[in-house]
């Protein structure tokens, strides 16, 4: 048996003569990656010998490779997709045989691969830039009662304590005031306008409130929401409460 890499103008590899009636030979001077001609020819009983039998193939005891590409490498609230570009042709062995793999949150997936040769190879898909998780967001009041009675506009202060450990905070924002009160029309002394100097889709912390409330009702109760938005778009939402007491019992009516 002779093997040759360049299209027989040189041999490569030669067995020499085998005596024998062995079918399988090893020749240690061929090279990985290294295209080969081999030729075989056998001598019978009689000294005689057949004709060059020729084949070439390709010697090949190297691990595929792979890189792995991303449907996005930015933080984002959807799926990430990854997928494997091999540096050769193979059959990808575990995932149900197909080369991308999504994520519904973060983690690591890894591929592995055949060549035609048999050799295998691995690549590992690292995900750490899903971030479906909202915001925490907490307000505190310096006044959660308005006392007293007396239909006056009180400044209500609000503190903003929001947090995200994925993306980080994009905004947070007054969505809305309201009352469970109609704003006007509630007898003797009520005044119109009883919310005032709110900034709605702003960061306003500060806004005036009446003291006022009808006088044969449970009570008023404003409502202030604000919404915290994340940079990948998760949004939280919280609302607090002011609220002007009933008249009590003992309160003279006016």
Same mark, same amino acid.
């Given at each position: ?46 000294? /005689? ?53 999504? #994520? ?8 592995? #691969?055949?060549?035609? /040769? ?43 304590? /929001? ?50 409330? /009808? ?40």
């Amino acid at each position: 048996m002779q093997g040759s890499t360049d299209n027989w103008q040189t041999t490569a590899s030669d067995t020499g003569e085998v005596a024998g009636t062995e079918t399988s030979y090893k020749a240690p001077a061929m090279q990985d990656n290294e295209l080969w001609s081999i030729r075989v020819r056998t001598m019978d009983t009689r000294g /005689a010998w057949s004709e060059w039998a020729y084949r070439t193939l390709a010697i090949d005891t190297a691990a595929p490779t792979a890189k792995v590409v991303y449907s996005t490498t930015a933080m984002t609230n959807q799926d990430v997709i990854a997928t494997i570009e091999p540096n050769e042709q193979v059959t990808i062995i575990n995932n149900n045989g197909t080369s991308s793999y999504t #994520f519904s949150q973060n983690g690591s997936f890894t591929f592995e #691969f055949m060549d035609r /040769a048999g050799n295998t190879g691995t690549v590992s898909a690292p995900v750490n830039n899903i971030d479906k998780t909202a915001p925490t967001l907490r307000i505190v009041l310096d006044k959660t009662t308005l006392l007293p009675v007396n239909h006056q506009l009180e400044t209500v202060n609000a503190s903003i304590y /929001a947090d995200d450990g994925m993306s980080g905070i994009d905004s947070v924002v007054l969505a809305s005031i309201t009352s469970n009160e109609p704003d006007d029309g509630l007898g003797y002394g009520d005044q119109p306008n009883d919310i005032q100097g709110a900034q709605y889709g702003s960061p306003d912390t500060s806004f005036m409130l009446r003291a006022e409330r /009808a006088g044969t009702g449970s009570g008023r109760v404003y409502t202030i929401t604000y919404n915290a938005t994340d940079k990948v778009g998760n949004k939280t939402t919280v609302s607090v409460t002011v609220t002007v007491p009933p008249r009590s019992n003992k309160q003279v009516k006016r």
